[in-house]
């Protein structure tokens, strides 16, 4: 039998003060628990950062990141470990508001069943022409062998790197986090005009 396997995959709004300062914590926080930032852009520039990985040394770049940025918002989407992704959303709170959030779990222990299958079958037929390659009685026999092992081969891979990705994405989950800036209260009179200006204004 074999576990159940879903993929994962988060999203959330939050509201912070500095565009910059709040991709730098969600960076941050997803390094922290053995995860890495998959893209990032910032500001009306939309300076995208770099992807990295689970072994990518993320320090140097986060503290190269601007202090400021334009306030027209931004996202970062980091994967983490499964079994770390609700711990990274929890965490959310302490950078901003969070405004809005939703998750989406689907189930794709057939779909590895599936494939494991086809990977079976696949390594089966190459063990049969590999060995039949041996005993080729004459040239055509063994051309004919080596063209077909070539065939099988390929399909044998390419059901191990399906496999792969899918076992990927259901090890490492995504979560994309909508960078916008929150706005700032003023605080103003609104008995005096000039006051009830400012506030009208902002």
Known sequence: AVDPRFLATESATVGVAELAAGGRRVWAAAAGMGGFVESMTLGESG??????????????????????????????????????????????????EVTASSITRQDVTDQTIDLQARIDAAQASVDRL??????????????????????????????????????????MSSLTVTLVPKSIPVDANPAGFADGIAAGWN
Not at 65 to 76: E, L, N
Not at 136 to 152: F, G, K, P, V, Y
């Open 47 to 96: 300076v995208v950062y770099p992807s990295g990985g689970p072994a990518y040394d993320v320090g140097p770049l986060v503290d190269s990141m601007p202090v400021s940025s334009a306030p027209d918002g931004g996202w970062v989407t980091v994967r983490v470990p499964s079994d770390q992704l609700t711990a990274l959303v929890d965490q959310l709170g302490a950078i901003g």
């Open 130 to 171: 590999t060995e039949l390659m041996t005993q080729a009685t004459s040239t055509a026999d063994l051309i004919a062998a080596e063209a077909a092992l070539a065939e099988r081969q390929a399909t044998l891979e390419s059901y191990q790197q399906q496999l792969e990705y899918l076992s990927d994405q259901v090890d």
